[in-house]
């Protein structure tokens, strides 16, 4: 909104041209995000207090976990809300990238609400049934992939994404199938930090790391002098995802505040599924679908060592009779519970393995 209705003004006053540089706006942005989360977060707290929506514990985890039980959830409602209201005011409205990404964050965070409101307010055990979950996430993402390809938002070819490590290299899909590859990035994405969200603070300060990443990468792809030396793919406009992911980076953050250990109030899937959508369409729209996979590498350690925990007990099962595990527990934070690391070792761990994983995605900038 400033954006539109601010430099304009340059003429009166040269400090209002500032607000034409991607750079004051992310800044803008950031701190707008984390100050909405501040001031906002005591009001939600209470008000999800009031409304009694505590958290619901495994019985079957660590045993410190069960002292958690009725720490209020939903407290992705936060985030969204701070992170939605920051891009408002400090992006530019018009840009596709930025319309895109708001709408993948209210719409996962829409599903991750009604799955939360009917485990935690209506007292359903399985809330959201996991395949009405996943036809909302896949056909998010099938909506998406048939925009891009019949209403493309920039002169790359929509079927083509980078490849990391390599500047001369593509990959390029046959159109129904990148249709199909992308509403398998969104659901992957916003599950993947669904399984990741289980430690006081450990899911937000993983995507607050990831989307600092992808705003610095979608700064260098929207400009021309820096995507030509470096060998992305110049994608014109791009470069207004850095101020919805410092947006996005900054309700992360704020939200922090209250959920480091301990936790005042959980995320619940309204913030975890909402993070990895937007996480994944940025890395959609940016054509950097596999850089993901680096970015978010514990993400990605994280569901796989639910897919090989449960692909593995199933073969047991049907091969001894028994069914046997890799892993103490998965997702993998809480098999290094179960072997006796405190929450918080964990959770600082994971995050400097976040950090690890983001200085590798910048590598490939280098190694191309």
């Known amino acids: 909104m400033l954006y539109h209705l601010l430099p304009p003004l340059a003429d009166v006053h040269i400090i209002f041209n500032l607000f034409t540089y991607l ?100 007292g359903r055990s399985r809330g959201l049934v996991a395949r009405y979950k996943m036809v909302g996430q896949l056909s998010f993402g099938i909506g998406l992939g048939l925009f891009l390809v019949l209403s493309p938002i920039h002169p790359v070819p929509a079927t083509w994404t980078m490849v990391p490590f390599f500047d001369e290299w593509v990959a390029v899909f046959w159109a129904p199938a990148y249709v199909v590859f992308v509403s398998l990035v969104v659901s992957g994405s916003s599950n993947a930090v669904n399984l990741t969200d289980g430690l006081d603070g450990l899911a937000a300060g993983l995507c607050a790391i990831a989307l600092v990443t992808f705003g610095v990468f979608a700064y260098l792809i929207g400009r ?43 995320m619940g899937d309204t913030g975890s599924l909402a993070l990895g959508g937007g996480l994944a369409v940025m890395a959609i729209l940016l054509k950097a679908e596999f850089l993901l996979l680096i970015v978010g590498g514990v993400f990605v350690l994280e569901a796989l060592s639910v897919m090989l925990q449960v692909s593995w007990f199933k073969y047991t099962s049907r091969r001894f009779g028994q069914g046997r595990r890799i892993f103490l527990m998965a997702p993998i934070h809480h098999h290094f519970e179960k072997l006796g690391w405190p929450e918080t070792r964990v959770v600082i761990r994971f995050w400097i393995l976040g950090i690890l994983f983001a200085m590798l995605a910048f590598s490939t900038l280098k190694i191309r």
């Open 23 to 122: 750079t004051f706006r992310s800044a803008g942005a950031v701190v707008t995000a984390l100050l909405i989360a501040f001031v906002a977060g005591p009001y939600t707290i209470r008000w999800l207090s009031h409304l009694r929506v505590g958290q619901v514990v495994r019985t079957d985890g660590p045993e410190t976990h069960l002292k958690k039980s009725g720490t209020p959830t939903m407290g992705g409602t936060l985030i969204v809300l701070a992170a939605a209201t920051s891009s408002l005011l400090w992006a530019e409205l018009t840009n596709w990238y930025v319309v895109l990404t708001l709408l993948a964050l209210l719409w996962m965070g829409a599903i991750g609400f009604m799955d939360d409101y009917l485990k935690v307010v209506q």
């Open 224 to 266: 021309v002098d820096t995507s030509a030396y470096l060998g992305l793919l110049y994608l014109p406009g791009a470069g207004e995802l850095a101020v919805v992911a410092a947006a996005l980076a900054g309700g992360a953050v704020g939200f922090l505040w209250y959920n480091a250990p301990p936790a005042e109030v959980f």
